[in-house]
């Protein structure tokens, strides 16, 4: 029997990771300074990050604490328990929906009231955690996988729709351990590890079912980003994959060169992706296929999000949540 541990994202929040960054060579120009950038200090282990309803909202992962901040005054404005742990979070219609992947649950809170007023138990058992985590309107979309694979044989994990105005949940299988969700063109994705071949399953949000699923020929790593007719999916062998979601194809494989990514997110016609182990955020262009900016950042970026001309960035490891300008 073979003890398989899997970190659904590119650090595990739990995992304590070393505060000695390993350098990766993402190719691009150095990284602008951070010294005088404004930032919130004193956060315990800042995970994910989102803006919306004129504010940051960060968690604090060991904590289990939802934390809101006025983009105004760089000051904490709210703190919301939410759970064991908090993990990734997600503002839309008038709610941020946090994930307590220790917990096994979605946890909605009211940015009127700065308040949870629903928990949503995702945990069809102690070994399956939520790990993705995106919206649409009206629905929210959970990944849930494994912790610990203990057997041979087909792994199977789980996508959770959370309907937001009658609070219907629904799940379907997936193939191996998913971990990245993304929604664009149409369709629900959903990124998979530990699956042969490795793939990317598409799914009709309309029906919940999976409607395709894309070889890739590369390992993938776990987060997803969709933009300009394409899902850009982050490998673990420092490729970039983009997927055409007219044909379900694969169209480019772009050496990046770093193979421990957080997060992406699309900016215009641009993808911006968290490095941890360089401890920056990088800008890659589709057009060129190249890194052609950088950002210094804290120890261990994890989450980030854009509030107009800023990048908001969550460092795990020195807690502190970072405004950078960006060009």
């Not at 929906?97 to 928990?119: M, P, Q, S």
Request: proline share 6%.
């Amino acid at each position: 029997m073979t003890l398989i541990l899997v970190a659904c994202n590119t650090i595990a929040p739990g995992s304590n990771p070393s505060s000695s960054p390993t350098a990766t060579g993402v190719a691009a120009g150095a990284g602008s300074a951070t010294a005088a950038v404004p930032r919130v200090s004193g956060l315990k282990k800042p995970y994910g990050l989102a803006v919306g309803e004129g504010s940051v909202w960060v968690t604090e992962y060991e904590q289990g604490i939802l934390v809101r901040i006025d983009p105004a005054t760089d000051r904490v404005i709210a703190r919301v328990q939410v759970g064991i742990h908090a993990s990734r979070v997600l503002v839309q219609e008038g709610f941020a929906w946090v994930l307590d992947d220790v917990g096994g649950a979605l946890i909605k809170v009211d940015v009127l009231t700065n308040r949870k007023v629903k928990e949503f138990p995702l945990q069809p058992s102690l070994n399956m955690r939520p790990s993705g985590l995106a919206g649409t309107a009206g629905s929210v979309w959970v990944t849930l996988a494994e912790t610990f694979v203990l057997r041979s044989g087909k792994v199977l994990g789980q996508l959770i729709r959370i309907d937001t105005s009658t609070s219907v949940v629904t799940a379907i299988p997936i193939d191996g351990l998913p971990a990245g969700v993304a929604v664009g063109g149409g369709a629900v994705w959903v990124s998979s590890i530990l699956v042969e071949p490795t793939s990317i399953f598409r799914i009709d949000p309309a029906t919940i079912r999976v409607v395709a699923r894309v070889e890739t020929g590369h390992p993938v790593s776990g987060p997803l980003a969709y933009a300009d007719s394409g899902l850009w999916v982050a490998n673990n062998d420092g490729y970039l994959t983009r997927i055409d979601s007219r044909t379900n194809k694969v169209v480019g494989n772009f050496e990046v060169g770093s193979p421990q990514w957080a997060a992406m997110l699309p900016m215009g016609k641009d993808l911006w992706i968290s490095v941890p182990l360089d401890n920056i955020v990088a800008r890659f262009d589709p057009g060129t296929g190249i890194v052609t900016e950088t950002l210094r950042a804290g120890t261990r970026p994890q989450g980030f999000a854009f509030l107009a001309s800023d990048i908001w960035v969550a460092n795990y490891l020195d807690g502190t949540v970072m405004k950078l300008p960006i060009n």
